[in-house]
């Protein structure tokens, strides 16, 4: 007798780029465990109720769920976890007998690749670009993990960003200054610098050419922890400009290796065996770049 294989899946727009499917189907076969991941692109945020109604319909075990759509399942969800909850944003779903219970990840993620350098951030400036989920998931894990003197916010909207920031409730445990994404001086006063946007991921039109940070300006110095959350491609032009200059970086991939960590365990009640899965993915990217 055959046993029943669980789904797993990413819920995002024009996500077939993602390598999270070769992440969770990796570890799921290292461990022999009757797990499927795959992508389901969906195209219009009206969707999202039918597409949550129908995970449940049919008992798919969850969800990771990405741009643009970490804010919009919220309100469909049954439960939210205590990280979820304080930034209202969702990366994980759970489906917990026909309850759909959302999670974030990303908050612990973020951190962990960055505690190596506690000591040069607490106290400190910090950069973040982005409004979105992926941004205020970085601010939490600054608050919790890191305590930096300010963050400056890089947004393209202002008002939208302070909405935003409003509605989650966040208490200024240190202060949160908006900036415009174009006013890039202070860049140069950071110590950690954050790419929360998409800009710079191949497969997204133009963008994986692009950083959000021009490389000409000669903004980024030796000082400077340069984190880019986007991991296709494994070396982003935001990184190259930050090698350039001398700069500590971080690659997307260590964020997307562990928050796949947390995901998998909600999911499985299993550690993912995190070298075997980083060697196969490594190798699978060197692959990509040659083709």
């Given at each position: 007798m055959t046993k029943a294989i669980k789904i797993l899946g990413l819920i995002g727009r024009a996500v077939d780029y993602s390598y999270s499917p070769l992440i969770h189907n990796t570890a799921c076969e290292i461990l022999g465990i009757p797990y499927y991941y795959t992508v389901f692109n969906i195209a219009d945020p009206v969707l999202i109720p039918d597409a949550l109604r129908g995970a449940k319909a049919?008992?798919?075990?969850?969800?990771?769920?990405?741009i643009p759509y970490k804010k919009t399942v919220v309100p469909f969800l049954d439960e939210l976890s205590h990280e979820a909850t304080v930034i209202k944003a969702?990366?994980?779903?759970?489906?917990?007998?026909?309850?759909?219970?959302?999670?974030?990840?990303?908050?612990?993620?973020?951190?962990?690749?960055?505690?190596?350098?506690k000591g040069r951030i607490t106290d400190n400036l910090v950069g973040i670009f982005g409004g979105?989920?992926?941004?205020?998931?970085?601010?939490?894990?600054?608050k919790q993990f890191f305590m930096p003197k300010e963050i400056l916010l890089f947004v393209r909207d202002p008002k939208k960003a302070r909405l935003l920031?409003?509605?989650?409730?966040y208490?200024?445990?240190?202060?949160?200054?908006?900036?415009?994404?174009?006013?890039?001086?202070?860049?140069?006063?950071?110590?950690v610098i954050v790419n929360a946007t998409p800009i710079g991921t191949k497969g997204r039109d133009n963008e994986g050419y692009n950083s959000v940070i021009p490389v000409e300006q000669n903004l980024i110095n030796h000082d400077q922890i340069v984190y880019d959350m986007v991991y296709n491609p494994l070396d982003t032009p935001l990184l190259q400009a930050a090698r350039q200059a001398n700069a500590t970086t971080i690659s997307g991939?260590?964020?997307?290796?562990?928050?796949?960590?947390?995901?998998?365990?909600?999911?499985?009640?299993?550690p993912m065996p995190i070298a075997d899965v980083r060697k196969t993915l490594l190798k699978k990217i060197q692959e990509n770049v040659y083709k």
């Open positions: 049919l008992g798919i075990a969850g969800f990771n769920v990405t969702v990366n994980t779903i759970v489906n917990d007998n026909g309850r759909l219970i959302g999670h974030n990840t990303d908050i612990t993620g973020f951190a962990t690749p960055l505690l190596p350098y979105g989920g992926a941004a205020l998931a970085a601010i939490e894990a600054f920031l409003d509605e989650t409730g208490k200024e445990t240190f202060p949160i200054t908006l900036v415009k994404s174009d006013d890039l001086e202070k860049v140069r006063e950071c110590r991939i260590e964020m997307l290796i562990g928050q796949a960590d947390r995901s998998f365990t909600l999911w499985t009640g299993m």
